[in-house]
């Protein structure tokens, strides 16, 4: 399977842990997107990267939230002291150059009790 | 004001049948892309169909089709001929830009059920 995977899948959590979720891209994709979708929302952007640089991050991304790539490939998203309104579906997608489609992982499904 | 409106939060459709998906936009921008997603249960998002803003003609891909009214700023998705696995939500996304980093932004989707 050469697409986009993501890590865990699910993720259940007490409210105030930390929780990390991983991406993979699609290997040649130098552009590399987080988004988040609420129940009966469509996807938010959250923040993207190009290589390792993060270049943009969305108001959305409070301070507890911290995003990394280090070496250009695989990213991580870390929500630090989760809170319930942190509930969601977190998508990746990847993209290449100026390419003008995304393409989605699965998403890793977060829920926060 | 929203970038992306989808009214119908849900339709149905007998199987076999065409279905028209609703989808209005709002930019500034002459440049700009429209997309359609799939979005089975399973979560992950399928691409559908792009239609660019130069384009002239509209897209088709298979029993998708997406009919482009420019100045109504419109992009609906139609499907034809209906199957059961076309249950699903879909979602409406629109890019911003010729390129670079490209805002990308998304309606609140139709979920659609089709009926044997």
């Known amino acids: 399977d050469t697409g986009v995977s993501q890590d865990p899948r699910h993720k259940i959590t007490k409210r105030g842990q930390n929780v990390t979720f991983r991406c993979d891209p699609i290997?040649?994709?130098?552009?590399l997107y987080w988004y988040r979708q609420t129940l009966g929302q469509g996807p938010e952007f959250l923040t993207y990267f190009q290589n390792e640089a993060q270049l943009e991050k969305s108001r959305l991304l409070s301070d507890r939230f911290s995003a990394e790539r280090p070496k250009g490939s695989f990213s991580t998203l870390e929500i630090q002291r989760t809170e319930q309104g942190d509930s969601a579906m977190y998508l990746c997608a990847s993209s290449l150059g100026s390419d003008l489609q995304r393409y989605f992982g699965p998403g890793t499904r977060l829920t926060v009790l | 004001a929203q970038k992306i409106t989808q009214t119908q939060p849900g339709m149905f459709v007998q199987e076999k049948e065409a279905v028209t998906l609703d989808c209005t936009y709002d930019?500034?921008?002459?440049?700009?892309?429209l997309f359609w997603y799939k979005q089975p249960s399973s979560g992950e998002m399928i691409f559908l169909i792009y239609?660019?803003?130069?384009?002239?003609q509209n897209a088709t891909e298979g029993r998708y089709s997406l009919n482009f009214q420019k100045a109504r700023k419109s992009a609906n998705l139609v499907i034809s001929a209906s199957q059961l696995g076309d249950s699903a939500m879909y979602f409406c996304a629109m890019r911003e830009g010729p390129g670079g980093f490209n805002k990308f932004y998304f309606g609140s989707g139709t979920k659609l059920n089709v009926k044997p």
């Open positions: 930019t500034s921008d002459p440049s700009y892309g």
């Open positions: 239609q660019g803003s130069y384009d002239q």
């Open positions: 290997s040649e994709h130098n552009r």
